[in-house]
């Protein structure tokens, strides 16, 4: 069974640059999930997704951070304009459905440097 | 901050000890992973414990789960040095949807 998959594995940009991480979940895993992991923290969420349906975006910067899950397969997490504190992995995670015990399927992640 | 704590923050050990790692959280919880990231496999699910279990293995982990003080800890047997990697503790909670929130994490290294 393939995993979960993303990319650029990696990005380098200027700050106030726009940039955008693509993810392609477990065939038939409706959640989706993309977090931040700043170096030496724990995953972040920033936005999970029901199939195409937004579920929690409350912790999504929404000023300069948007995502979108078209057809409720592939996902994209964009930044515009980026800033210095945005560097980070970005993960993207999904799950068979919505539930209370299930495991999340992790990707490698972007890594991401502002400069 | 809804994050929690792990103890210890770093922790390094002679392969074949044992190897435990503490994790604190602040709300109610249904569920509590448990998480293994390292450069090779990227983050991987290790093991679930639900809210009205106290204690469950896997192989060479195990893993308790003290719902009255908020408490969990991993226990790994017989460290190996592929098991260097740094773990992490999730705690999943209802607000609205199924969350899941990820603690600091403790950097394991096993030396040989």
């Known amino acids: 069974e393939a995993g979960v998959a993303q990319s650029p594995r990696y990005k380098i940009i200027e700050k106030r640059q726009s940039v955008a991480f693509w993810c392609n979940p477990i065939?038939?895993?409706?959640?989706l999930y993309w977090y931040q992991q700043i170096l030496g923290q724990g995953p972040k969420l920033l936005i999970q997704?029901?199939?195409?349906?937004?579920?929690?975006d409350s912790q999504l910067p929404k000023d300069r951070f948007s995502a979108e899950r078209l057809k409720g397969v592939d996902s994209t997490l964009k930044i515009q304009p980026a800033k210095l504190e945005d560097s980070a992995v970005y993960l993207c995670?999904?799950?068979?459905?919505?539930?209370?015990?299930?495991?999340?399927?992790f990707g490698p992640g972007t890594r991401l440097t502002v400069l | 901050s809804q994050q929690g704590e792990e103890d210890p923050q770093a922790l390094s050990i002679q392969e074949g000890e044992n190897a435990t790692m503490n994790c604190s959280y602040k709300?109610?919880?249904?569920?509590l992973q448990w998480y293994r990231q390292n450069s090779g496999r990227g983050l991987v699910h290790l093991i679930l414990?639900?809210?009205?279990?106290r204690e469950k293995h896997s192989g060479r982990l195990r893993v308790t789960l003290d719902t009255s003080k908020k408490s969990s800890s991993l226990l790994i047997t017989a460290s190996r040095a592929a098991d260097t990697a740094s773990y992490f503790c999730?705690?999943?909670?209802?607000?609205?949807?199924?969350?899941?929130?990820f603690g600091q994490g403790t950097r394991l290294t096993i030396n040989p």
């Open positions: 709300t109610s919880i249904n569920n």
């Open positions: 414990i639900r809210s009205n279990e």
């Open positions: 995670a999904s799950t068979q459905r919505a539930g209370t015990y299930n495991e999340q399927f």
């Open positions: 065939s038939g895993h409706a959640t």
């Open positions: 999730a705690w999943g909670y209802i607000q609205g949807a199924q969350k899941l929130v």
């Open positions: 997704f029901q199939n195409n349906g937004v579920v929690d």
